[in-house]
């Protein structure tokens, strides 16, 4: 049986005693009636606060510059990528469609908190790096045409130019070599420890305004303002402003009857918020001079040499000493000059904005 109906009941049962006074047509007396007519008699209680119906206190919603209503408000925080809850959860022990269940209002946002601002930028310092390795073919003057061999003859990464035999190039395939040029890195955004992208950390304070079932009072113009037991946990019981106002205050206990809503929360109805940081870059200041000298060698310890040949950002092919092997080869720098840059970016652009102020005055929790 629906509490509704167990209200009813009640009625018939206590009203013979004088508890509760019939309010509806034909309900004037227990006499001559039975029991399926004393059901249909709707009926509210001696000191005015409930109708059976209201789980909780019907009470008189008349609040100045509020909405002429209680409602059913969830105030939490929220991650980039949860929801709020849903009106139908406000309410232990009822379902999300169940017809008594309250429906949404609004969704309130309330206003967020300074930006923490971009993280610096910074940049790499630029480096001159030795060449690659070496692309020995078969033919003259590097011809790497059909009918010749290529041999790639390089050291490992990041090669500091010590001596390194990456392997035997005998006679017959050492025509010629072609000496990668040197690499003038360039300077790159540094990425910091947790990068930003300009919105804000963390999850952002919402409200959740859910309308109540007004019709479960039998005066019109109460109000139903559920038990709190009833509520589930982080929901409260709040009233709302209707005007856009930074200044509107809650009700005082001489202009309305019944509860105090005395906890006063501040929510925006609109935020956008458009702030992110622009991308680092770096731009380079001065450039680099980079020059090497590679040397080959017959042996694999280089001891024997071949020849040496000046390497700049072009690289540079050499012809082989006729009947030589290729070993081993080194080398060193002429000029290791790197350049400079600066870094730019990491400015905050963009605006923030609120729209339609509102403010929510509850019940204090325990009341």
Same mark, same amino acid.
């Given at each position: 049986?629906?509490? $509704? ?12 005693? /004088? ?7 034909? %309900? ?41 209503? @209680? ?49 610096? #930028? ?36 990041? $090669?500091?130019?010590? %001596? ?22 360039? %300077? ?29 009072? @039998? ?6 303002? /559920? ?7 982080? $929901? ?16 005082? /206990? ?13 929510? $925006? ?32 310890? #280089? ?65």
């Amino acid at each position: 049986m629906s509490q $509704w109906g167990a209200g009813r009941i009640l009625a018939a049962l206590v009203g013979v005693s /004088g508890a509760v006074v019939a309010m509806a047509s034909g %309900c004037g007396a227990v006499d001559g009636y039975d029991c399926a007519e004393l059901l249909a008699c709707e009926f509210i209680t001696e000191d005015g606060i409930n109708n059976g119906a209201c789980d909780g206190v019907c009470v008189d919603a008349t609040f100045g510059g509020f909405v002429q209503q @209680p409602f059913l408000v969830w105030i939490g925080s929220i991650g980039p990528i949860e929801q709020p809850p849903e009106c139908g959860e406000a309410l232990q022990g009822t379902r999300s469609d169940d017809p008594a269940s309250p429906a949404t209002h609004d969704l309130l946002h309330a206003e967020p908190p300074p930006h923490p601002g971009c993280d610096p #930028c910074a940049c790499t310092a630029p480096a001159c790096a030795l060449p690659a390795g070496l692309s020995v073919t078969s033919g003259y003057m590097c011809d790497e045409g059909p009918g010749e061999t290529v041999t790639p003859f390089e050291p490992q990464a990041a $090669w500091d130019g010590t %001596c390194v035999a990456p392997g035997t190039v005998p006679a017959a395939a050492f025509g010629s070599f072609a000496i990668a040029p040197v690499t003038e890195r360039a %300077c790159e955004v540094v990425a910091a420890p947790v990068p930003r992208d300009g919105a804000l950390p963390g999850s952002a304070e919402v409200a959740v305004v859910c309308e109540g079932d007004d019709s479960r009072c @039998p005066n019109d113009g109460d109000h139903c303002i /559920g038990a709190e037991e009833r509520l589930t946990a982080g $929901w409260r019981r709040c009233i709302m402003s209707e005007i856009d106002d930074d200044y509107v205050e809650c009700p005082s /206990g001489e202009d309305i009857r019944g509860p105090r809503y005395s906890e006063k929360f501040t929510f $925006w109805v609109v935020v956008d918020d458009t702030r992110e940081c622009t991308p680092c870059s770096c731009h380079e200041t001065a450039p680099s001079v980079c020059v090497a000298i590679v040397s080959t060698f017959e042996d694999a310890a #280089c001891g024997e040499m071949i020849d040496s040949a000046i390497v700049r950002e072009n690289g540079v092919c050499h012809d082989a000493e006729p009947g030589s092997t290729l070993g081993s080869m080194n080398a060193a720098w002429r000029v290791n000059a790197p350049g400079s840059c600066v870094p730019s970016g990491g400015e905050l652009m963009g605006e923030h904005t609120v729209q339609g102020r509102r403010t929510l005055c509850c019940l204090p929790e325990g009341t």
